[in-house]
């Protein structure tokens, strides 16, 4: 895939991602790797580490009843809006690409 | 090299002590540090969930791939990386062409004799300090006692080496001065450079191993690169002796000079030896 379309596409996934419970960042990595096999696991924490660090996501410390207290990503308000935003701008590209017959 | 480095890398501890050293070089240590709890945190639950290290060592890719891939998505670690690379480089460098000035003819020439003991003395403490700061040595040394890997770390001939080659180039001279009656003073003169700059090579070398495993491996071997330049200087002072011993003029006090050298070497040695040993237990305790 081409890296520029990649890096939005992965962006929009984590988001959507991320929108319902909170999860550790593990299985979100998992779930994402098993839809891009082809992209590291490490470039979706990078990923997430920046959507973290420009607010779109927030992180807590979550306590589990045995064993030591892990890291949850959640969707903050701003990376709600974020998703919406991304969100209408992909259908209008799905729109637009079909419009021109580039499917099939 | 890569693939030696990639079978090296088995378990968790060797992975993260490896990400630790590669991500130091473009971040400050707090965001390493969360990073590395992050990946912390994958290993313990990926075990949790049935994997082997080694699954998921393959699964995340070589640290310095981790390393790319978080630069990319923070660019800024490229230019905190430059900066700081900037400034003590050029202390370091400042420090390595005024040493190299005094031990060569131009040092003559530009330094006063007595001024030069102390110069030497805060140059090579200055030179010292400035590789430590640019290698993030304070840093390193945290990263790498909480991911502590024991088989990291120079043998005892790393110091027995240039200490030996120190020792030897000495003895040698001094054996060559006291027959200078008997032979020429010409060749006398150039046996003696022959042998100096052979114990310079042996010490120099030592010197750029440790500094390059320091800046590779571990931090650890950094008080043993201190130590071979202590031993350099060591040598090359002798050489200042023994031209001034060619032209007939014999002090006592001159062969303390070769010996101070060596000997602040070795104390700067212990001193960044102890310094790292102190940071590592901090490391390790957390």
Known sequence: ?104 | MIKTREVAIQTEEAYLNRLGRTLLRYFPIRQVEEILEDYQEHFSLGRERGGTDMDQITALGTPEAVTAAILKEMPEGRSYCLRRTAIWGAVFLFACCCLLMRYTYIGHILFHRVFADLGTCFLMTLGTAAAFMLLRGRELAVVEGRFLQPSLRPGIAAYMLPAGAAAATAAMVQHLLATADSIEIAAVGLLCSAVLDAGSLVTILTAIWGLWRSYGTSIRYFPAAVHAVGALLFIRSMDMVSEVYLEKFISRQLVWEPLAAYCLGFFLALLFWYGIRKMMRRGGRR
């Open chain 1, 1 to 104: 895939m081409d890296a520029q379309l990649k890096k939005g596409v992965l962006e929009l996934c984590l988001l959507q991602c991320l929108s319902g419970e909170p999860q550790y960042g593990y299985d979100i990595i998992q779930m994402m790797h098993k839809y891009f096999p082809e992209v590291t696991e490490s470039t979706f924490y990078a990923v997430l580490r920046r959507l973290d660090k420009e607010g779109a996501a927030a992180t807590f410390r979550g306590e589990v009843s045995n064993g030591p207290a892990r890291k949850y990503y959640q969707l903050t308000g701003a990376g709600r809006e974020r998703l919406r935003q991304m969100k209408a701008d992909w259908a209008q590209l799905q729109k637009i690409v079909a419009a021109l017959g580039i499917e099939k």
